[in-house]
């Protein structure tokens, strides 16, 4: 890797950033697109991040973006006039899609919480709901809550 930074520096996201047009040490913040999360992703391969993030990242790592993408682009301008990428690959089915739990937590052992792991049931069999954030501190659980 480029200067024998370890894939989980922050510099990374520094470089990618710049690519971007913005330098995390004047402004303090990172190129809309670039973070910790799109990165991992980008390192992991199975979930698409932001286009402009994904041709930074191979840019930093001097990559050529359309060999790691694999696909032959197609460019079309949108009704906006803005420039698309769009693949040859038609998209999958909704229905296709699967969900890689590969990273989520699997404790066997789950204690407390469980009149919010009751609620959580009741919203998503019961009412349907689709969409249900959990919100708090960092470390109380809320990850291990969402995958019982």
């Known amino acids: 890797m480029k200067q024998g930074w370890a894939a989980s520096d922050f510099r ?3 470089a990618a950033s710049l690519v971007l047009g913005t330098d995390w040490e004047s402004l303090g913040v990172l190129a809309a697109g670039v973070s910790e999360g799109t990165w991992k992703r980008f390192l992991a ?10 041709k930074a990242y191979c840019e930093v790592l001097r990559l050529d973006w359309q060999t790691v993408a694999e696909v032959e682009p197609k460019t079309g301008v949108a009704e906006n006039g803005a ?5 040859e690959e038609p998209a999958p ?4 899609l699967l969900v890689d739990w590969s990273s989520a937590p699997d404790d066997a052992i789950f204690y407390g919480r469980q009149s919010e792991l009751d609620t959580l049931r009741h919203w998503v069999i019961e009412d349907r709901c689709r969409l249900i954030t959990l919100l708090g501190m960092g470390g109380i659980g809320k990850t291990a809550l969402s995958v019982r």
């Open 12 to 14: 990374w996201m520094q």
């Open 83 to 87: 420039t698309a990428l769009a693949t």
């Open 93 to 96: 089915e909704a229905s296709t």
């Open 45 to 54: 391969g199975k979930v698409a991040i932001n286009a402009e993030a994904f």
